[in-house]
């Protein structure tokens, strides 16, 4: 209906958002973003609202496998993480899942 999709950019890392201010007047956001598929490709846009859409109001969705309820261990969905602290001393994490919020959960732990 909005045609919005010509506004976004797919397969896209944003490596840095700040906000852009000249001589005390709001000239927007900066974003510096990488192409998902090859990060040496590097751009720069200044906009004017951002929206950042992680999927952190979303209904987690945790599949039920073989013995998970039984599992005498922590059961967490991406959702619900917010630091590396709950896991140190742990002997072994298990990380299931795939895409940008996996990525950063396991280069965390």
Known sequence: KYD??????FN????NVEPVNQTGEWKGWRIDYEDFNDPSR????????V??????????????VQG?????????????YYEAGPFVGMKT?????HGPSARDIALEL
């Open 4 to 9: 919005l999709a010509k506004h976004c950019r």
């Open 12 to 15: 896209t890392n944003v490596t």
């Open 51 to 64: 929206v950042v859409s992680t999927g952190q109001n979303q209904t987690p969705y945790i599949p039920t």
């Open 68 to 80: 998970s309820t039984t599992f005498p261990g922590k059961v967490l969905h991406s959702k619900d």
């Open 93 to 97: 994490v298990a990380l299931a899942g």
């Open 42 to 49: 590097r751009q720069m846009d200044i906009v004017d609202a």
